[in-house]
């Protein structure tokens, strides 16, 4: 058994990289798709730009939070 943990012991940094690239691809999209659409609606109604960016920050803020944790996981692991 402690030759199988060994053995696998130097492939968990490699996995985590592959994961957190992984986790990376939600957040990224997401962010793509926040500020498309923002950018979207504010050529359909430039008056409510206050509100709309509001709102982009705010799911920019929520995807970058899913980017953060899926650092986090691979270390938790």
């Known amino acids: 058994m402690s030759q199988i943990l060994a053995a696998t012991e130097g492939v968990t940094g490699n996995i985590g990289a592959i994961g957190y690239g992984l986790a990376a691809i939600g957040p990224g999209v997401g962010v793509g798709i926040v500020f498309g659409k923002g950018t979207e ?7 409510a730009a206050g509100l709309i960016r509001s709102n982009q920050i705010l799911g920019f803020a929520f995807c970058e939070a899913l980017a953060l944790i899926g650092i986090v996981m691979p270390f938790v692991y």
């Open 41 to 47: 609606a504010l050529a359909r109604q430039p008056e």
